[in-house]
Each structure stands twice: as C-alpha cells, then as structure tokens.
C-alpha cells in the first residue's frame, strides 16, 4: 500500500484548491459549527504566524463513489423558500485527481469565510457579515473583527475608501489569485489621504503603527502554513472510516477546569480542612440562593472560574499568583486560560468559604440587570456577570473607608453597561481579555466617585463614561428592530427574551402553578399558536405573519412569547388566544398583576380578545413595552 504523505500549504493556496472543487468534503460530514469569535481566532493564529493544525485527505479519483461537495454555510435559498447551502466554489465540475477532506471541514470552512469571501447572504444567519483586520485597534486580541452586513451598511464601510478610513482592511479576496495583490495595494493605500475622511491621514506615529500591523498581518498570510496530511487512493472506504473515527473520538481535550482540578487537589491534600475538590464545590455552588442555573461541573464549569479570576483582577491587595509550568512571573489580568491556571489555591479556597455571600453577588448581577433570576443559559454574555461578580468582591472583602461608592450606585452602572454591551453586541468578537479592561476601567470610574459628589452630577458623569466605554446610548427604535424579529441570534436574541425569563412567576392563567426559575416548569410560549399563525399567513395578515414580507419574523419574537406552565401551554397551543381565553373565563382582572409583569396591558389584552383583528396591535404595544423596559435600563 502506498505511503501515506506530509506536506503543507499557505491560505491563499488552501483557498484556490477549495473554489476549484480540488479539495472537496463528504456529505457525512457534519456541517460548519464555529462561531464567528472561533474564525477570529483562528485568524489571529495566521497573523501571527502561530501554528493553525492540520488537514487530513483522501485522494480521489473520477470512479470515485463517494458523495462529496463544496465547503458551504446555511443560508436562504429563495428557489426553494428555505435554508439551503452557499457553497464555495467557481467551477461546476471537478479536476481528474481530488481529494475527500476527512479533517479539516471546520479550519477550512473558517479560512473560506475569513479569507474567500464566504458569507450567507441573508441577514438571518449568523455568518452573515464581513471580516476585518482593524489596524487602529491597540490590543492583539481585537485585531480582527467581524461585521454583519447590516452593521457594513450602517457604518458606511461599503467600499474600500470607507473601510480604510475607519482603520478596517476587508481579509477577503474572491479570487484567491488576487488575494496577494490586494493586500500589496493595502501597503499603498494606508498611505493615501484619498482614503481618509477629508483627505486627512493620522499622524505620523500612529500611521507608523497601523502600517506595522498591516504588513505583520500580510507576512503572516502569505507565510503561515498549515499541514496536510494525505492519505492515497488505495485505501478503502473501511480503512478510512477507521481513520475517520480515530480522528474525531481520540485526544479529548483537556480543559482548564480539568487542570485547575488536579492542581488545587494537589495544591489542598495535605490542608487541615483537607483538600479542594473543585468540581464538587462547583456543583455545591450552584445549590444556593442565586447561583441556581449558574454553577455546574457539566455546563460551562470554566464560567465560575472566570468569575472568580476576575475577583483578582478586582482586587488592591492581591494574592501572590499560582504559578505553573515553570513560569517565573504570573499575573491575572483578566479570564484567559492563562488566567484560570493561576488563581492561588487559597483564594479558591477563601471563595468556597464565602459561598453563599459568593452566590449572592452572582443573584444581586440578575437582579441590578433585569429584575429576578434567571439562568446562565438564558444570559446573552453570560462571563460578563463577572464584572460585577468582581466589584462586588472588592467592595466586600477589599474595600477601604477612602472607597465612597455603594452597591447601589454599581447596580445603576452596571445594569446600563450590561444592556449597552448587549446591545451594541460589544462581546461578539471575544471578551477575554476585554473582561479584565471592564473591570479595571468600570473600577476607576467607580473609585473617582468622593464623598459629596451628588447624585445628579455622579449620574451624568457615569452616562458619558458608558458613551466612550462602551458605546452611545441605543434608540428605542433599535431595540425595537431586535425585540420584533425572531430572527435575530446570539446575544441580541438572548436579550430581547431576558425581562421575560427574569419575570417569570406564576402561570398568567393559572396563578396556582408556580413557573419560577427553581420549578424547572416555565418556558416561553407562542401567545399566537405557531400553527394558527401559520393557517393564517396567507390571507390579510400576510404583512405580518409571512416573515419574507414583514422583513422580520414577528411571530417567533418576544412580542409573541410569553412565560407559561407547560400544562397550559399545551392547551393554548391549539386555539387563538381569543378562543382560548373565552374557554377559559379568563379575564385581565383575574390577574390583573401578572398581565402586566409579563407586559400584557389592558388595551393589548382586549386586542387579544379581538381575534385576528387584534394582531398587528397587539404585538406592535406589547413590542412597545418591551422595548420602553429595556431603554430604561439603558442609561444610568
């Protein structure tokens, strides 16, 4: 059997062999699952010409028997009005001699986007946007950047003049023969006035510094390489699915929270109050008051290790770091893996002492945020809990007479720096190190506040430090756009539903079934069926139930979902809420308090009552007041 073969390739070469169906992927395969921040980091590698793994392939040949296609990511295909794949790729057949890529879909998906230009064209998927190196950005980590198609628009980045004048470079090329030459004319034109806003270049330094990060950018392109590893043709379709399988059970990956584990086991064994066992103090966490839905072994554990990295960070008078593998000087700037390692054992073990005043700042982030609980899972930047989790830290356990703020005034920052930071989904391209900036920068400002400062001025001085930390304040008409469309992902989603999930109480029907975050009862449920919006789409409701013509999913948004028991859910789900309501006798002043807890008012609950006349109103007032809560939380 001929040997199996070792070589290497460059990106824009990489490139060139997946738009020309040279390299190709199995059907099997599962489809492209990295979010855009795990691009941006792959990216990051490339630039700095760190290593990027390896691709396994197998050569093909024309008999071929195996189904392979393009590289693709979902998108809207309205042939068929509904997802389908945007591949990529220039040619309509495939060379005499190909290979299968049997590891290596994800990296080279991510490079295709990154670099070929690969993007959903519809705004209702994730991967659609732009990647951008952003040489005016001083910190590595922030170097690149992704921006949706929508944002491209709003920011007026559109063409190249316009990019470049905001310090945007676009990494794509269509052509991946002329992705060199177009990062050549980058090293011209970040020298041109005629591509800054009034012909006005930065200064000297700082254009010195941007041309320095392009051209490391450019070199780090052309020269990174990533292996390739080939497997000939003569191999059967068994001895691959061996090689498949191998690939994809093997080498689990160790995370840190495995390593802190071992670490503070072996750090603790020999204490007087015996060893710390990290997982089961996790889990012990997640038992108390506040920390419920937050504090798991199974779900995201590393979580509670950035908060408690973070507390560090906090700190004035900080522990000595734990220092590991050999390292001579170790700090904690922020919540990287880095970071995790060296959190000192006795600082782990402090935290585990004070677990349930620990758990309480975690039940007082939901609270100043949103008003009640609710759970990691429906959190959009769950990690961006421990900025608060820190300072609260701080003010407990390290706070001094001369520090003249309070928990109430860290509640009104933070609750305007959490909404602006979703909202401006500032988080998007990684928050990392950007965590650790937050904490230190939102402490300075709080450690400014003196003794006689009024309140009034103290307000106003903590809105213009959210303006340039964090972003301007959104319009109500901006949060509106993301509290009507079920549609929107991620954070934005996340956060348009979060006063619904932290609200929830009872059942709006039955106020006897308890649908708290404990319960484990509660969802959020279609007010207007799916099935009845569904019937109906296609007659004079068709301007707002047919997603495609109201240019938003209405009925998928916060303004049609609503907390409910299960139980009653799966009576309501097959009637309109008129039919249902009138079976039911039930009536806004049965339970007046909670209608309007879960932001139904009495002229949006008649409209409920209207049948399908009542649609567009209701959903359009309850929108409203959906949107009011959430501006209101906006600003300090």
């Known amino acids: ?222 020269n990174t ?81 950035q908060f408690v990295a973070a507390a560090h960070v906090a700190l004035d008078t900080k522990p000595t770091p734990r220092k590991t593998a050999g390292q001579k000087e170790v700090r904690i700037t922020s919540v990287k893996s880095g970071d995790l390692l060296a959190i000192p054992s006795g600082f782990w073990r402090k935290v585990f002492e004070n677990n349930s005043i620990f758990a309480g700042f975690i039940g007082g982030f939901q609270n100043a945020v949103a008003g009640g609980h609710f759970g990691m899972s429906e959190c959009p930047y769950p990690a961006s809990a421990a900025v608060y989790v820190a300072l609260r830290w701080f003010l407990e356990f390290d706070s001094t007479p001369a520090v003249h703020w309070n928990i109430d005034k860290l509640d009104r920052l933070f609750r305007a720096f959490f909404w602006r930071n979703v909202l401006h989904t500032r988080y998007d391209q990684g928050f990392l190190t950007q965590i650790g900036t937050d904490i230190r920068q939102m402490k300075e400002f709080l450690q400014s506040t003196r003794s006689d400062t009024a309140d009034d001025f103290w307000r106003t001085q903590a809105n213009l430090w959210l303006d340039n930390a964090v972003g301007p304040r959104p319009s109500i008409e901006d949060i509106g756009q993301v509290v009507t469309d079920g549609d929107e992902k991620g954070a934005l989603r996340r956060g348009a539903l979060l006063l619904l999930h932290a609200r929830a109480g009872v059942d709006p029907i039955n106020p006897d079934l308890s649908i708290n975050l404990e319960s484990g009862t509660m969802d959020l449920h279609h007010i207007y069926p799916k099935d009845w919006c569904k019937n109906n789409a296609g007659g004079p409701l068709q301007e707002i139930l047919d997603h495609t013509v109201a240019e938003r999913d209405w009925v998928n948004s916060a303004a049609n979902l609503i907390p409910m028991h299960r139980r009653t859910n799966n009576e309501w789900r097959k009637l309109s809420p008129a039919t249902f309501l009138a079976q039911t006798g039930a009536s806004y002043d049965n339970n007046q308090d909670v209608w309007a807890r879960y932001f139904v008012s009495r002229d949006s609950f008649d409209e409920l009552l209207l049948g399908e006349g009542g649609v567009t109103a209701f959903w359009k007032m309850r929108a409203d007041a959906i949107s009011q809560e959430i501006f209101g939380r906006t600003i300090v």
């Open 225 to 305: 390489k990533l292996a390739v590893y080939i497997v000939p043709n003569e191999y059967n379709l068994a001895d691959i699915c061996d090689i498949f399988e191998t690939l994809n059970t093997t080498g689990t990956k160790v995370s840190p929270v495995d390593l802190i584990h071992s670490g503070l086991f072996n750090d603790t064994a020999t204490d007087v109050g015996g060893p710390v066992l990290l997982r089961e103090e996790i889990d012990s966490l997640g038992e108390l008051d506040g920390a419920v839905g937050w504090s798991s072994s199974k779900d995201r554990p590393e979580l509670i290790a």
């Open 1 to 222: 059997m001929a040997q199996l073969q070792v070589t290497d390739i460059n990106v824009p070469n990489l490139l060139k062999k997946l738009k020309t169906n040279e390299w190709l992927v199995p059907q099997f395969q599962r489809e492209f699952v990295w979010s855009n921040a795990a691009v941006i980091s792959l990216v990051n590698s490339i630039i700095d010409a760190r290593p990027i793994g390896m691709i396994t392939l197998w050569e093909q040949q024309d008999q071929s028997a195996l189904v392979l296609e393009p590289i693709s990511i979902p998108d809207w295909d309205p042939e068929v009005g509904r997802t389908g794949q945007r591949q990529y790729t220039s040619e309509s057949s495939r060379p005499g001699r190909y290979y299968a890529v049997l590891d290596g879909r994800q990296r080279s998906t991510a490079l295709a986007m990154a670099f070929g230009g690969l993007r959903a064209q519809s705004g209702l998927y994730r991967h659609s946007g732009n990647f951008y190196l952003d040489v005016a950005a001083t910190d590595e980590n922030e170097r690149v950047k992704f921006v949706s198609l929508k944002e491209v628009e709003r920011r007026k980045i559109v063409t190249l003049a316009g990019a470049i004048s905001q310090g945007l470079f676009p990494l794509a090329s269509e052509d991946p023969d002329s992705l060199m030459g177009q990062w050549m004319s980058y090293l011209q034109h970040i020298r041109n006035p005629d591509y800054y806003t009034g012909g006005k270049l930065p200064d000297v330094d700082e254009l010195e510094r941007r041309n320095q990060v392009l051209s490391r950018a450019f070199a780090g392109i052309l």
